[in-house]
């Protein structure tokens, strides 16, 4: 884990050499490995470094872009096969924390892709001003918005495509 963000870097070699690539899918599941300790142990520190590596991936990943309607909104990068895993980090910790910042963005961005990346052919015209989305996005972000966490504390979270 790089100290100054709390975002995970890729991977560590048979050689003991860092890859300090920075992937959502990293950070996302050391969120929810955190939280499952938290739950099993009741142990604050696992749920404060979660929290610290849910706050370095937003703002480390989720940059302001322009949309397609000439607009700006926030965006996690165009990687729906890694940003799944960790929106499933962030769900299973705001399940626990109730800080909907961190999800919320995710399901925005699914609900932007819901409305304006859909064609008479199906999803998969870009979402922002140079980033093309992969149909498999739309996908992915159904399977995960469909079952939107609910906070023990705190509201349940839905997107347009559940209230649709």
């Excluded at 799944?84 to 626990?96: H, M, N």
Aim: charged content about 20%; hydrophobic content about 40%.
């Amino acid at each position: 884990m790089d100290p100054t963000d709390g975002v995970y870097w890729d991977n560590v070699n048979l050689q003991g050499e860092i890859d300090r690539a920075k992937f959502t899918y990293n950070s996302g599941q050391m969120i929810q490995a955190g939280v499952l300790l938290y739950k099993a142990t009741d142990k604050k520190s696992y749920l404060r470094e979660a929290q610290f590596t849910a706050k370095g991936s937003y703002n480390h990943f989720c940059k302001s872009r322009k949309t397609v309607m000439n607009d700006k909104q926030l965006f996690y990068p165009s990687a729906p096969w890694f940003n799944v895993i960790l929106f499933r980090g962030l769900k299973a910790l705001y399940e626990i924390d109730c800080n909907p910042t961190y999800i919320a963005a995710v399901i925005n961005n699914a609900d932007f892709a819901w409305q304006y990346s859909r064609t008479n052919d199906g999803p998969g015209a870009a979402l922002d001003a140079g980033t093309a989305l992969p149909a498999s996005f739309l996908y992915f972000a159904a399977r995960a918005l469909f079952s939107a966490p609910q906070a023990a504390n705190g509201p349940t979270l839905t997107s347009r495509w559940q209230r649709a």
